[in-house]
């Protein structure tokens, strides 16, 4: 199964050969295949303000081959929401340590719409809750297009709009705020059949994080009456 490794400052040194493939897959996918010409770049790299050393990465591998990614960003930082689109959210702006900023999600187009084990993209979608509930978040906000709603619905996703979907380009798009918590990583889990933690902490040891639930404890271990 592909790993999926949680890349931040403290061990980016690890995963440095990947950026430039990353950023190039970012202008792929992102300027050339679905048309966000204000993302173009004359250097063939999709890399914005928000790829500051504050960002955290998620890099999904597969044979050391990266396949797909997502990127979180602390609110307590400019994000995507408050410094381009602010009027998406009429709740007012998210600067909250518990809050992470979701975008970027992509899965390369030859690994798309896998039904052979869990798919690349609900991989991410788990893994993302699981680093969520690890560091302490309690919610994600994200700027995204309206199909995701359903996707969303399907995994268990609790996401509560901050304003109306504006027409942006042809695309409906709006801003939610996207409970984490552990009963959404628990179901995410029990739905994808995966029975354990998904993210690779490589080079993370000393970071601090809260135990995960005990989901992947068998119902004896997990249910034995007290003596
Ligand atoms: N517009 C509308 N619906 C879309 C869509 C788009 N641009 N991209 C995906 N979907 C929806 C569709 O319902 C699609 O079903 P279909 O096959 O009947 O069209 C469904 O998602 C499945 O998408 P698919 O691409 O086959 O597979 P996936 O679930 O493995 O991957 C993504 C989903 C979004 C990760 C992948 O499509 C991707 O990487 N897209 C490019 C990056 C992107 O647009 N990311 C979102 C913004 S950051």
């Known amino acids: 199964m592909p790993e999926i490794h949680v890349v931040r400052k403290d ?15 970012r202008h792929d996918i992102y300027v050339k295949q679905r048309k966000w010409m204000a993302l173009d770049r004359p250097d063939g790299r999709e890399i914005d303000q928000f790829d500051t050393e504050d960002a955290v990465y998620l890099f999904c591998l597969d044979n050391g081959q990266l396949i ?30 518990d809050v992470y900023e979701l975008s970027r999600v992509f899965v390369i187009p ?17 893994a993302i809750m699981e ?11 994200i700027v995204l297009e309206s199909w995701w709603l359903p996707r969303f619905e399907r995994c268990g996703w609790k996401a509560h709009p901050l304003g109306l979907p504006h027409m942006m380009d042809g695309m409906s798009v709006l801003a939610v705020l996207v409970d984490c918590d552990d009963v959404t990583w628990t179901s995410q889990c029990n739905q994808s059949g995966l029975t354990r933690p998904t993210l690779t902490w490589q080079g993370l040891e000393r970071v601090r994080r809260r135990a995960l639930p005990d989901i992947f404890l068998p119902p004896a271990a997990a249910f034995q009456p007290a003596r």
């Open 11 to 25: 061990n980016r040194h690890l995963y440095e050969s990947y950026f430039d493939p990353y950023f190039r897959l």
């Open 110 to 126: 030859e690994r798309r719409g896998e039904h052979a084990g869990p798919r690349v993209e609900t991989l991410l979608l788990t």
């Open 131 to 141: 680093f969520g509930i690890s560091i302490g978040l309690t919610g994600f906000s």
């Open 68 to 97: 797909g990614a997502m990127r979180a960003v602390p609110t307590v930082l400019p994000t995507l929401m408050s410094e381009i689109f602010p009027y998406l959210n009429i709740r007012g702006p998210i600067c909250r340590p």
